[in-house]
Antibody, heavy 121, light 104 residues
Framework: QLQLQESGPGLVKPSETLSLTCSVSGVSISISDNYWAWIRQPPGKGLAWIGSIYYSGNAYYNPSLKNGVTLSVDTAKNQFSLTLRSVTAADTAVYYC?????????????WGQGTQVTVSS | SYKLTQPLSVSVALGQTATITCGGNNIGNTNVHWYQQKPGQAPVLVIYRDNNRPSGIPERFSGSNSGNTATLTISRAQAGDEADYYCQVWDSGVVFGGGTKLTV
């Protein structure tokens, strides 16, 4: 059964770099023909897509965040990661990783439980 | 950038039919997906590609998409259906609607 689990620091200082990892179990990232995504949800607000990445490293980013975001994949560890630079309070959110059920334009068929990230000094 | 418009809230009586809309320019020309999110939980896919239900989602959930409006319909609404619902499309990137709070 496919499972995704986010991990990373719960608290990050403003201007620092946030790094989150999503560990995938139940399927090999490098074999499955899926994209893998990060989505966040600020407190009390809706869902916002950050970006999606294929195991080859091909990635798509939300243009509103693109300059500060990098997605990467570690096929050996069956993980993919999010790096968000120069964070501000506006980056405080629950961060979800998810599997895109097929090609890049498909739906998010599986989600992690989410991890709370707070940006504060 | 492409924008999806959802009503902030929808109310439905127990056992009745709830309709949640998602408006977008020519949305009928693209695939729409719907997610249910209960408080403190991750979203769950309830409809994909306009009108397909993932395994485990009750038949009470259905979808349609035409013109400028996609619709999620929940028949025989139950207390457990109370949640936020989000529509989603791909338009040079993932776009989510703002979400609709369903009260039963």
């Amino acid at each position: 059964q496919l499972q995704l689990q986010e991990s990373g620091p719960g608290l990050v200082k403003p201007s620092e770099t946030l790094s989150l990892t999503c560990s995938v179990s139940g399927v090999s990232i490098s074999i499955s023909d899926n994209y893998w995504a990060w989505i966040r949800q600020p407190p009390g607000k809706g869902l916002a897509w950050i970006g999606s990445i294929y195991y080859s490293g091909n990635a798509y980013y939300n243009p509103s965040l693109k300059n500060g975001v990098t997605l990467s994949v570690d096929t050996a560890k069956n993980q993919f990661s999010l790096t968000l630079r120069s964070v501000t309070a506006a980056d405080t959110a629950v961060y979800y990783c998810a599997r895109v059920s097929g090609r890049i334009a498909a739906h998010f068929g599986n989600w992690g439980q989410g991890t709370q990230v707070t940006v504060s000094s | 950038s492409y924008k999806l418009t959802q009503p902030l809230s929808v109310s439905v009586a127990l056992g009745q039919t709830a309709t949640i809309t998602c408006g977008g320019n020519n949305i009928g020309n693209t695939n729409v997906h719907w997610y249910q999110q209960k408080p403190g939980q991750a979203p769950v896919l309830v409809i994909y590609r306009d009108n397909n239900r993932p395994s485990g989602i009750p038949e009470r959930f259905s979808g349609s998409n035409s013109g400028n409006t996609a619709t999620l319909t929940i028949s025989r609404a139950q207390a457990g259906d109370e949640a936020d619902y989000y529509c989603q499309v791909w338009d040079s990137g993932v776009v989510f609607g703002g979400g609709t709070k369903l009260t039963v």
